[in-house]
């Protein structure tokens, strides 16, 4: 379980495909905290360090995950969101975050705030029911608040620290992102669909 409160970038290394999986090395800021078996989340996507040599370490994404996911696209060189599991005695500064990325959402444009950056995403109108205005969503394992929410569309505001410590820097419009719906919100819209079948 995470927070959605990025604590540092990692960048990729290297990347090998092997059968229906795609492994990768990658470096991080706090590599020598890192245990083999850690969960840790890259880009929102829940991966386990499964070997740590030197100054890098390997994780691999199975095929639900590629599915899923922008995972498939990663490449040599590109930097990753970074977050280590929550502990419980700690402070929740952002939402309760699985890991378990719902769908992708396409960057459709950044705006200069002059202070903070506004970036407009487009989704899948499936989701819709699972997507409300001031809610929470975890886009690249960020908490983010969304705003201007429509069908198939939505707003986040991106503050300065926000902008800097992580890789919404480095989005352009046609990028894509990995999307975490409210984890409470699912369950909900599950319950309430469930009960109308009944």
Sequence with gaps: MFTGIIEGLGKIISV???GGNRSFTLSAPFLHELKIDQSLSHNGICLTVE?????VYQVTAVAETL???NVGNWETDQ??????AMMMNARLDGHLVQGHVDAIASLTKVTDMKGSWQFDFHFSNLFAALMIEKGSVCLNGVS??????????????IIPYTYHHTNFSYL?????VNIEFDMIGKYVNRFLAVQANQ
Excluded at 51 to 55: A, E, G, K
Excluded at 79 to 84: A, G, H, K, M
């Design 79 to 84: 930097f990753i969101n970074l977050e280590r």
């Design 172 to 176: 352009s419009p046609g990028d894509t």
């Design 144 to 157: 983010l608040t969304a705003f201007n929410v429509n069908a198939d569309s939505f707003s986040v505001a």
């Design 51 to 55: 070997d740590i040599q030197n100054d």
């Design 16 to 18: 090998k495909s092997s």
């Design 67 to 69: 599915a899923k996911s």
